[in-house]
């Protein structure tokens, strides 16, 4: 299935009047922190969740782990299932919880398993090409 943009849907969950987009992303995603390139990939999908900004997921085979350290925090999201929480550590400054992932997703969204996110505030920005 394809959605209007031409990007590959991995997952369209409709139900509970909730609708919840995963989306292949066609492009080099890069992420940088404190002027740093930390993560780069090809493999990205970018989840769109009614009442929240889209937010991009990345393999997290593809960043290198010295920039995470897990954390105690967990949370569920009654759709989405439970996540685990990393701080990203970079350039001797630790992010206290600014990474997750759904590390026991629910069946709808096991395609997300492997794969990380970011909250904006911290990071630099990511830079697409």
């Given at each position: ?7 590959e ?14 989306v ?80 026991e ?7 997300i ?11 630099d920005?990511?830079e697409e090409?």
């Amino acid at each position: 299935m394809e959605s209007t943009d031409g990007n590959e849907i991995v997952i369209d969950y409709g139900q509970r009047n909730h609708p919840i987009k995963v989306v292949k992303v066609d492009k080099t995603l890069t992420v940088k922190v404190k002027g740093q390139n930390i993560l780069k990939t090809r493999n990205a999908y970018l989840l769109d969740e009614h009442g929240h900004k889209p937010v991009y997921y990345f393999p997290i085979s593809d960043i290198n782990r010295e920039f995470l350290r897990g954390t105690s925090t967990v949370s569920e999201c009654p759709y989405k299932g439970r996540a685990h929480y990393y701080s990203l550590v970079v350039g001797g400054m630790e992010l206290k919880d600014s990474v997750w992932r759904y590390s026991e997703p629910s069946k709808e969204f096991t395609a997300i398993r492997d794969y990380i996110a970011f909250y904006g505030n911290s990071i630099d920005n990511i830079e697409e090409s």
